[in-house]
């Protein structure tokens, strides 16, 4: 509900269509109202102060976990990687960009730049992603975002007897395929 800041006192609940605020937010008087609620939505703000603290608590944990995640290895720009894989190379090479649309490697993006870990990366191949790579982002497609994928590789894995995917994607590649598959299965009760 829009009030003039002069009359303050009338608080009377009054609700406004999306035409009515479009024209108040066109029309550049903002300084001269405040926002008050109006009675209908008494109860809605106490359950969105709950919603409310509820967000910023997930969204504290969520930075965490980022920071966690991003401490668990090593990270490169895109950038830096095409630098690192132009200098070692004479002929034209795939963009890392190019992997990230076909699925071939993950990148979390912090501050505008994209990361990739180092450890998709098979450093002996021209820091090119391990092929298994491709097949474990297939079975996260519709489950995980990139940060979720990179949650999972950089966390526990029951599956692994307790060892992180990101671990062992180099010298057991196919296991960390299978506990990926068993990730997106859930948990199953029988």
Not at 52 to 62: C, D, G, S, V
């Amino acid at each position: 509900m829009f009030v003039n800041s002069s009359d303050t006192h009338l608080l009377k609940p009054m609700i406004l269509n999306r035409d009515e605020i479009a024209s108040y937010m066109k029309s550049g008087n903002h300084q001269h109202y405040i926002i008050a609620p109006c009675a209908s939505e008494l109860d809605f703000e106490t359950h969105s102060m709950k919603d409310a603290k509820l967000f910023i608590n997930e969204r504290r944990m969520l930075a965490a976990a980022k920071q966690l995640t991003l401490k668990t290895t090593s990270w490169v720009t895109v950038q830096d990687l095409q630098c690192i894989r132009t200098l070692n190379s004479d002929v034209p090479l795939e963009h890392p960009n190019d992997w990230i649309a076909a699925g071939r490697v993950f990148a979390v993006k912090i501050a505008e730049q994209e990361f990739i870990p180092l450890y998709a990366l098979d450093l002996e191949n021209n820091f090119s992603p391990y092929n298994i790579l491709l097949e474990v982002l297939k079975v996260f497609a519709a489950h995980k975002n990139s940060w979720g994928v990179a949650f999972w590789f950089s966390s526990l894995c029951g599956f692994l007897a307790g060892q992180r995917p990101q671990d062992l994607l180099k010298n057991q590649p196919q296991l960390v395929l299978d506990a990926a598959k068993d990730e997106a299965a859930g948990v199953t009760h029988g």
